[in-house]
């Protein structure tokens, strides 16, 4: 009995630490990022500021994902089309220039993460699209604002980014 209080309390242990240095790779898919148990509810808080609404392959867009008056720990941010966040495959260009809260991805360079679980009002991040991207463009992303009870905001989505002409 004792043996298995001590595996229930280390099991509890690890789900309240989250993933304090990115987001595992089982978040690749689909963006979810596996906290348990999960609060949320309510309207996303979560918004980009964003340099452009239009891009070019080989051009950057710099951009910050923030929430007026609120704190988050995690996050993980990818560019692609709005509708398909079901595989990494879907994540196009590159993300350039990190600063030293922000690393790129286990899915790949397409995608971006947090290096700590210390509480951020904002994270600004530089992305370079393809030299193939095309067609309408959204920078997305899944926020966590709490490891345990997990309380994380999936689906913060930037305004269209069109190709330019």
């Known amino acids: 009995m004792l043996l298995f209080s001590v595996v229930v309390v280390a099991s509890f242990l690890c789900l309240g630490a989250g993933f304090p240095h990115g987001a595992p790779s089982i978040a690749c898919k689909g963006m979810v990022p596996g906290h348990l148990p999960t609060v949320t509810s309510g309207t996303n808080p979560f918004r980009f500021n964003l ?11 710099q951009g910050t994902l923030y929430a007026p008056g609120q704190m988050f720990k995690g996050f993980l941010i990818e560019v692609g089309a709005e509708n398909d966040v079901s595989s990494e495959e879907t994540a196009v260009g590159e993300f350039i220039n990190l600063d030293a ?3 790129k991805h286990v899915c790949g360079t397409a995608a971006v993460t947090h290096i700590n679980n210390n509480e951020k009002s904002s994270v600004s991040f530089t992305w370079k699209a393809s030299p193939d991207a095309k067609g309408t463009l959204y920078v997305r992303a899944t926020v966590v604002q709490q490891f345990f009870p997990s309380r994380y905001w999936l689906g913060a989505f930037s305004v269209p980014l069109n190709p330019s002409k």
Request: aromatic residues 8%; without cysteine; charged residues 20%.
């Open 51 to 61: 340099s452009s609404n239009a891009y070019k392959p080989g051009e950057t867009i």
């Open 101 to 103: 809260s922000i690393e």
